[in-house]
């Protein structure tokens, strides 16, 4: 049977990055700032979805005679 194991021991990624790479390394920053970027686009396009969602239904339920329209979820 053969076991994988890696070079980090029982770090986590984010210590593994910190070891091998100093804080006052310029790649460092640019991966947590990649990191961020990501988490931010994600957040906003998944946000703004639903707040359009929200207020399409709205209007569209405005000028609708009959019934009921649901935009979204």
């Not at 910190?18 to 998944?46: F, G, K, N, R």
């Amino acid at each position: 049977m053969m076991t994988l194991t890696n070079s980090w021991g029982n770090k986590t990624i984010f210590e593994a990055i910190e070891s091998e790479l100093p804080p006052q390394s310029t790649v460092y920053w640019l991966l947590i700032s990649i990191c961020a970027a990501i988490a931010w686009v994600v957040y906003i396009t998944y946000y703004n979805s639903r707040v359009v969602g929200i207020v399409l239904t709205v209007i569209v339920n405005k000028f609708v005679k009959f019934g009921h329209v649901h935009i979204g979820e």
